[in-house]
């Protein structure tokens, strides 16, 4: 919302101060200012002229040369302009003089010498109508320059919506007057109001609000015989200024009273809007605007009709039929609070967002119904002299709201705040802002102004922003708290978690990433990862993204073949949420999870999935103490190789999956490198308790290793844990540790080398003695498939 | 005998001139002191000479002189051999053929870790919350009514059981009010989720950080200096913060608060939109209904409620400049961010 200088002048004496300076005081106070812009600066020089005499240019069809009068003498002039007609007034800029910045010099035009230029509005910048010259109707000696007429110097700031969607009392210069009247601490100056009680004889207007639900009050007023077709040039000047464009002196002025009340009021033609009733239709039919759009109006659309047939969307946008012609001259003036609620939603579907729906939006306070058909009548008798008021001011006031009144302390102030504001600064700060205060030492009543109290302020806590936002900010003295420290801990997932990614990250060398919570089934497909249907998002911006993700491997491989020129090897880990399906209360079961995947393009597949198996057994050991079997699955997941997918089992329990790629995925990423990946579930994870750390006095006897080896008649059936058990469980106490050696792969035979640590913690053990425990060993795990073999 | 010591000196000088390894110094070591040697020879030859004191001492004097030049002229062969050996070693140079090669972290987690640090430093838990949340945690226990605009479909996306993705860190106050009670510190990092198209400024997808602290007579005072003291931290130099009023309908008062520009320092630039100030980060006073809703005696506690935009914060802080990078998963940008 654009906001003029000027217009806020109106209504607070700004002499004296710097009102850029105000401007950035409004942004502490009030609401953010995004830009300022100074109008006017860059054009002087400008005085009322009459063309004395206009000659056609001899090689040129476009240009006049005329004479004209500065009021002094008459100067020759050439022009370009269509619309020059002897006797007209116009803006001059004389030499010496400036226009939107570009200096006026004697020039030479086509041949003819040219002692300043008349202009068009856009030249002046006060309306972007360059069509011709700007003709001044009104009475001014020639040679009074224009600025001392019209004000065309002004400061125009602009302040976002967003920042206003809490204070519908901001949506109108009045409001933003009262805000630096307060900041400033100057008086309010009053509206000028036309006395409505004049008319109180007049027959009323037929007013029938039938959805009393969805309206707080509708006022209507006619009035008659309006001559004035244009606006007054600076009414003009200020709605261009503030982003709206003058149309005809009746649209114009009802924008008008709009931007400075924040209220809008609609006009409806007389001669077609006789009547008024406010109800929304059973039934959806297409109604055309003002603007010549049909829309599609339904049954939860407020519509103002006269004599059931539509003549308005209710706080959007007036209908094509009713509309003002140019040949109106009598109003049915509208002036209505609508529920904000309503309208909105209305304007949602509709896709039609109006200067006056985004006002409804706002919860407009209904006292201002009638402000705003006053303030319109006044501006209106003063400018049109003969124009007659016809009706009563009807007023349908359907909902009131209720008066807000709030009780509350210095105290409850002194807490809030930390500092000390006196409560003579409270009682002051208030009354200006507008709220009726009543107070008793330091103990305050105050009373919520009607335009404050539709929703914004309710509570005592909307009192102390009131207080300390005109206090400022910046005066406040800060302080720490003083409540008791308390020692902080991690939670213990959460600390984990930050230990899985340092493992990865230092040990490893991986690269944490960031996706999305949901699948991405086009980046899927390439790899022939079928997207599992799961939890679904209705409003995904595209299909391809509507699947809630319930892995984080796909997204890691896609990832993982879109870095290929990266380097020959990496590693790619993220800890992501993931969502496995519904609970049994509806709710998403919602997983965190570590996703990892190994690409190499130099190592051998067998090498890279045993590094994966590493960063397992390592996140597990290190921060669980705790060591890992791999259990041989099926394929959970189509992209996971179904000989090679394991379940990650921890004390018993699956924490996750480590796997080799389904062979089609593989190629799609890269037929000749390697890759290997697993997930742990975080949850999963943390559930298990830290394994305690105990120290084991070393033996001072040296250990004795025995190296065995045996044939295995098919490697990936044996499982080294289950050897160490069985071997642990033959030898007894005095084998110590279990190690395998080396694995020799020959032609039909596979060869297993294992280093048995034998150590007593009383004596040097010798070899001999040995014999029946490595006989043991060799029986028991002849049993499991591992054959001795003779050396 | 005296002639014999002298001729001998004379030889035993010659040949050590001439011996230079150390089996030689040995030869020659053997051959004046050794068993059969001439210094034993010597010694021998003692029997027939009269005055044997004065020759007893002569032939000593010659003993001692033999040793000491041999172990010189060995421990000079060994430094020559050491030196020889340090010249001819193998010059090493590290400039060749090295490999940077780290894992790296996702600067998210760099700058959550970094503002976790400071404060856990101030006495805030750190915790961490679901993504998908239902209606009442994102908007209703957080003062949003019904029809508020920012329950619109554009803005949060909906799943088909009813429960949405995470409009905003908030959306966890209320479970962690009713986990703690009061008082309270606490922050709280996670991923937001808002149903708009992407740009270089805008991601679908992305951080932020809530903090809450709630205990007896908590101020906008306490406020302010909490913010200045933890930014201050986080960017490593003392920050000036201003507040504004802004509306948010989980605080009143609510603010948004500005740091000073940090690249032009205040006086205006291009980032700045020559304000010299930065938007950072909405807060304010928690409502009271949201205190309320999260079982907190409000005639008792006051608390503050700030929400800091980690992926903003990240972006600032290494001058990532297309937002989009982020989720990329591209390592040409990623890892780069190899540690703190």
Redesign the interface.
Known sequence: MFLSMNWIGDYVDFSGLDKKQLIKNF??????V??IYVKGEDTYGVIVAEIASVETHPNSKKLHLLKVNNGKELVDVVCGAPNVRVGMHVAFATEGGCVGGHPINTATVAGFVSHGMCCSKAELGISDDNSGLFEITDDIPLGTDIKTVYDMDDIIFEVDNK?L???PDLWGHYGIAREFATITKRPLKPLTLADLTKYDALPEVGVNVKATDLVYRYTALKVQNIQRKESPVNMQIRLFYCGSRPINFLADLTNYVMMELGQPMHAFDNRKVDKIEVQTFPEEFTFKTLDGTDRKIDDKMLMITSGNVPVAIAGVMGGDASKIEDDTDSLLLESATFDG?SV??TT?RLGLRTDASMRYEKMLDPELCKTATARLLAILLQNDKDVKVVSKFTDAYVRHYETVVIDFDKKFVD?????DITSDAIEDTLTRLGFGVERNGDAFRVTVPSFRATKDVT????I??EI??IYG??N???????????P????K??SEE?RM?DI???S??????????WSDTAKNRELGIETPEN???????TPEHQY?RVSMIP??L??VK??KS??DA???FEV??T?EG?KEN???L?K?KLGAVFFARRESADVLFMKARDAVLEIVGDILHKDVTFERTDAAFDFEHPANAFSIVVDGNAIGRLSMPYPTVQNAIDKKAAIAFFEISLPAFSALAVSPKKYKEPSKFPAIDIDLTFNALDLSAVRFDDVVKTAKAAAGEVLSDVKMQDIYEGEGATALTVRFSFISAERTLSKQELTPATDAIIAALSAQGLVFKVN | MKEKIEALKLRFEEELKTAATEEAIEALRIAFLGKKGAVAELMTGLRDVADKREAGQLINEFKTAVETELSAAAAALKEAALKAEIRSAKKLNPSLLAKR??????P??LAT?EVEEVF?GM??????Y???V?DYECFEALNIPK?H?AR??QDT???????L?KTQTSAAQNAIMKKYGA?L?AIFPG?C?R?E?TDACHE??FFQMEGM?I????????L???M??MLSEVFKRDIKV??????FPFV?????LDINCLICGGVGCPSC?NSGWL?LCPCG?I??NVLKAGGIDTEKY?GFAFGLGLTRLAMMKYGVKDIRD??S????S??QF?SL
Do not use: W
């Not at chain 1, 509570?459 to 909307?462: E, M, N, S």
């Not at chain 1, 490893?508 to 919570?517: A, G, L, P, Q, T």
């Not at chain 1, 939890?535 to 911006?541: D, E, L, P, S, W």
């Open positions: 942004t502490l106070s009030t609401a953010e995004e830009d920042s969607t809490n204070r609620v909105r939603k949602t807490r809030y705040t930390g500092i509570i005592k806590a909307d102390i922003e300390t936002r900010y910046d406040f003295e800060i302080s720490t708290s003083l409540g008791a420290l308390h902080v801990l991690k939670e997932e959460q930050g990614k990865l990250v230092k490893y060398r991986m690269h944490e990433v960031h996706s999305y919570i939890v679904r998002i209705i409003n995904a911006q809630l997204t890691l896609s990832f879109e870095n990266y380097a990496y590693g790619l992501g949420h969502v519904l509806g709710y998403c919602e965190k | 090669e780290f894992g790296s972290y996702h998210i987690t870790r856990a006495g805030f838990t750190v915790e961490d679901a993504e998908v239902d029809h605009p619109d479909m996306y909906y799943l088909e059981n009813g429960q993705l008082p510190r991923r989720f149903n198209s679908n997808t602290m205990d007896e007579n908590i101020s906008i005072s306490n302010i200096y909490f200045k003291t201003r507040l504004r009023p802004g509306f009143e008062p609510g603010f948004e939109k938007e006073m409502h009271p006051t982020f989720n998963g591209n390592l040409k990623l890892s190899e």
